[in-house]
């Protein structure tokens, strides 16, 4: 009766769940949205703990106020450098693991540029410089 259907539905669903957790594209995925989430938090919480800085700083006139403004930028800029590094990490993971093709490798090379691109320009205006410029000694 209705009764033997249910067995067999649920027999189905655990053969399903047993063959997806243990498929590598689960795992890869796994992993995958994890490196993206920690980017993204990454990003998330410095913006918002740099910009906490600043403003308690404003507050309190601890330092002048261009001071502030480039000390507030800076760190911004090195939240979203850091966040940016593990979002392409998950960028050449997704590609790299999961069937690359030459469509995706030409997708994931153009999404490196851009961020490699971003990260340059957030560097030179942190540093005031290049990447691969010696430091001035202040």
């Known amino acids: ?23 590598e594209s689960y795992w890869i995925h ?3 949205s994890a490196v993206e989430f920690v980017g993204t938090a990454i ?11 600043f403003l308690l700083r404003m507050i309190r006139r601890s330092a002048p106020r261009d001071r502030l403004v480039s000390d507030f930028r800076s760190g911004l800029g090195r939240s979203i450098l850091l966040g ?3 979002l ?17 490798l030409i997708i994931l090379a153009g999404i490196v540029l ?12 942190i540093d005031g410089r290049w990447p691969w ?6």
């Open 43 to 53: 990003i998330v919480i410095g913006a918002f703990g740099t910009l906490a800085v």
């Open 133 to 138: 410029q010696k430091a001035t000694a202040t």
């Open 84 to 86: 940016l590094e593990f």
């Open 88 to 104: 392409v990490a998950a960028d050449i993971i997704n590609t790299v693991a999961i069937k690359p093709t030459v469509q995706s």
């Open 30 to 32: 796994l992993a995958t």
């Open 1 to 23: 009766g209705n009764g033997d259907n249910c067995q067999l539905d649920d027999a189905a669903l655990v053969r399903n769940l047993k063959s997806m957790f243990s498929s």
């Open 114 to 125: 851009i961020r490699t691109f971003l990260s340059f320009s957030l560097e030179v205006e």
